[in-house]
């Protein structure tokens, strides 16, 4: 499985972007796809996903300001965030979700680098 992240740039705060994930496999058959990022420093974490019953979970920091969505006939998932803030600044990554919390199901592909500043 190969999944390419792109969408990425530098963006004022306030702006938005829409990031792009396809996955070289079919989406459809994973248990959800999320949307991961990494800052400097710190560790990966999950700030927004998908199941494959479309139901949407996202970290608190990024309620009300990012959605995730689907493309199954593309196997792409998006990410679109608005009004971005210096603090969302990081590496972004999609993957499948894993069967238990925490884990996802494929292989990390490249992310895309999302730099938030004036």
């Known amino acids: 499985v190969q999944l390419q992240a792109s969408g990425g740039g530098l963006v004022q705060p306030g702006g938005s972007l829409r990031l792009s994930c396809a996955a070289s496999r079919s989406i459809v058959s994973a248990n959800g796809m999320g949307w991961y990022r990494q800052a400097p420093g710190k560790r990966r974490e999950l700030v927004a996903s998908?199941?494959?019953?479309?139901?949407?979970e996202y970290q608190d920091s990024v309620k009300g300001r990012f959605t995730i969505s689907t493309d199954n006939a593309k196997n792409t998932v998006y990410l679109q965030m608005n009004s971005l803030k210096p603090e969302d600044t990081a590496h972004y990554y999609c993957n499948a979700l894993g069967q238990f919390p925490g884990y996802v199901a494929w292989p990390w592909g490249q992310g895309t680098l999302v730099t938030v500043s004036s």
């Open positions: 998908i199941t494959s019953g479309g139901a949407t």
